[in-house]
C-alpha cells in the first residue's frame, strides 16, 4: 500500500498554472493578483488581516479578536505558528475568554478554509494538482492491483473535490472516506465538514438560510461555553448548513431536542490533544500504516510529534521515503523529522513543488507486481535526476548512515540497502 501524506504546502501549491516556481517567469505580474488573493494559506499566514476572505471572517467572528491578534504579533517576532496558539491551549482550562476565543477561532479557520480554497480550486478550473496527481497514481494501484492510503492534515476538501473528478466517487458521509476499492482517506485533524454534535437548551429561531443570523447563532454557541470532550458525536455537515438546528426523535409525536454544531478542526498546536476523526477511521488508518510499501510526503514538514509517534509505531521497518517540497531546506526537514521513526531506509526528495511535482509524473507506469515498491521511485523520474536514491540521514548529507532512535542525539552506523524494497 502507498502512503501519501499531505500537508498545507499541497493546497498551496495546488494550482498547475500558477505553482509556486511560478515567480520565477517573466509572466508572473499576470497573475500575482489571482495568486495572492486566493491562494490557500500557509499556517503562518492563517491569521493575517491581508485577503478580504480573512477579514470578513475576523467580523463575523469577533471573539476571536484577541487570540487573532497575539498569534499575528508572535508569528511575526518569530515563533511558530503551533508555538503561538499553544501559549493560549495552555490556558484553556482555567480561563473562560481563552476557551471562548479558541472556539471563536474553530468558526473563523472553518471560514477562511473553506472560502478561499474552493475560491482557488474554482480558479483552476477543477483541474489541480491533486487531480492530475489521483489520476496517476490510480492508474498504476490498478496495474499493480496496489491500494492507496490518502492522509491529508488539510482542513479543506480541495483533495475530496479531486477524488470526485478522478474516480466518481462523493464523499458525502463518514462511510465515504472508506469504502472505495482503490483507496481509504483519512483526515486525523479534522475537516471543514465535520463539526461535534453539542445539546443546545434554547429554542432554535432561524428556520431559512441566512447567512448573517447563523453568524449570530454560532456567537451564541461560543458564548455558551460548550465542553468539548471525546463523548461528543462527529457528524459530516457542511459548512453552509445551520448550526443550530431541531433534531426529531420521534416522527409521530412531534418531539425533540435542539442541538449545536462546533467545527471539529484541531487548533494548530505544538501539543495536539489528540485525532480528530471517527474511531473506525483511527482503526482502518492504522491498518492500513502497517501495509505501506512506501511513503511520498507532499507539502507537510512532519512537525507534529503525536504524528511522529504514530507513525513510528505502525509503519513496517525499511520503508521508502520521497518528499515533495518547494525548497530543499522543507524538503530536509521533512526527511529529517520521519527519518526519526526509524522506520525508513532509502530517501529522495523534489523540491520544486507539488505542483511542479504533478506535471512531471508518467502517465504510464510500472505494471510489475512484484516491484511495486520500486514503481513508487518511478512516479517521478525528476526526484532520481535531482537527487538520487539516498541511504543517508536526511540531515547528515556527508555519509551513509542510518538513524539509531534508541539514544536521544543519533547513533549512525552503516547498513546494507535491499537492491528491492520488500513490496
Request: with cysteine.
Amino acid at each position: 500500500m502507498l502512503v501519501v501524506i499531505l500537508g498545507a504546502g499541497a493546497s498551496y501549491d495546488s494550482n498547475l498554472d500558477v505553482p509556486v516556481s511560478f515567480k520565477d517567469s517573466l509572466a508572473f505580474d499576470f497573475v500575482d493578483d489571482l495568486t495572492e488573493v486566493t491562494r490557500p494559506p500557509l499556517a503562518p499566514q492563517l491569521f493575517e488581516m491581508d485577503r478580504r476572505v480573512h477579514h470578513e471572517a475576523a467580523m463575523a467572528f469577533p471573539r476571536a479578536a484577541p487570540a487573532l491578534l497575539d498569534a499575528r504579533a508572535d508569528v511575526r517576532a518569530g515563533l511558530s505558528i503551533e508555538a503561538a496558539l499553544q501559549r493560549l491551549q495552555d490556558e484553556f482550562d482555567d480561563d473562560p475568554d481563552v476557551r471562548a476565543q479558541l472556539l471563536s477561532l474553530r468558526y473563523y479557520l472553518q471560514r477562511v478554509l473553506t472560502r478561499t480554497p474552493r475560491a482557488w480550486d474554482e480558479a483552476a478550473h477543477g483541474q489541480t494538482s491533486y487531480v492530475s496527481l489521483l489520476s496517476q497514481l490510480a492508474r498504476w494501484a490498478r496495474k499493480v492491483g496496489e491500494q492507496l492510503c490518502l492522509i491529508t492534515f488539510n482542513y479543506d476538501d480541495m483533495l475530496e473535490r479531486a477524488i470526485e473528478r478522478v474516480f466518481g466517487h462523493r464523499i458525502a458521509a463518514f462511510g465515504d472516506y472508506l469504502n472505495h476499492d482503490l483507496f481509504r482517506l483519512y483526515k486525523p485533524h479534522g475537516s471543514i465538514t465535520w463539526a461535534y454534535e453539542l445539546p443546545w437548551a434554547q429554542a432554535v429561531h432561524n428556520l431559512f438560510h441566512d447567512e448573517r443570523r447563523y453568524d449570530e447563532d454560532r456567537n451564541k454557541i461560543v458564548a455558551s461555553d460548550p465542553t468539548l470532550d471525546d463523548d461528543l458525536t462527529l457528524v459530516w455537515r457542511r459548512p453552509t448548513d445551520a448550526p443550530l438546528a431541531e433534531v426529531r426523535h420521534d416522527p409521530y409525536l412531534g418531539r425533540g431536542s435542539s442541538v449545536a454544531y462546533m467545527p471539529a478542526l484541531a487548533i494548530p498546536v505544538e501539543k495536539k490533544p489528540g485525532l480528530i476523526l471517527p474511531g473506525e477511521h483511527e482503526a482502518a488508518m492504522r491498518r492500513d500504516l502497517n501495509h505501506a510499501s512506501a511513503v511520498l510526503a507532499i507539502g507537510w514538514r512532519a512537525r507534529e510529534q503525536h504524528i511522529i509517534d504514530l507513525l513510528a509505531d505502525e509503519l513496517p521497518q525499511r520503508r521508502q521515503l520521497h518528499v515533495v517540497a518547494e525548497t530543499e531546506d522543507a524538503a530536509r526537514e521533512t526527511a529529517g523529522n520521519l527519518w526519526r521513526t526509524g522506520n525508513f531506509n532509502r530517501h529522495a526528495w523534489h523540491t520544486r513543488g507539488f505542483a511542479h511535482f504533478a506535471r512531471s509524473a508518467p502517465s504510464t507506469l510500472p505494471d510489475q507486481p512484484e516491484r511495486r515498491a520500486e514503481a513508487v521511485h518511478s512516479l517521478a523520474p525528476v526526484l532520481r535526476q535531482q537527487v538520487p536514491m539516498s541511504t543517508k540521514h536526511p540531515l547528515v548529507p556527508d555519509s551513509v548512515q542510518e538513524y539509531d532512535p534508541d539514544t536521544e542525539l543519533g547513533t549512525y552506523a552503516p547498513f546494507e540497502v535491499p537492491t528491492v524494497l520488500d513490496a
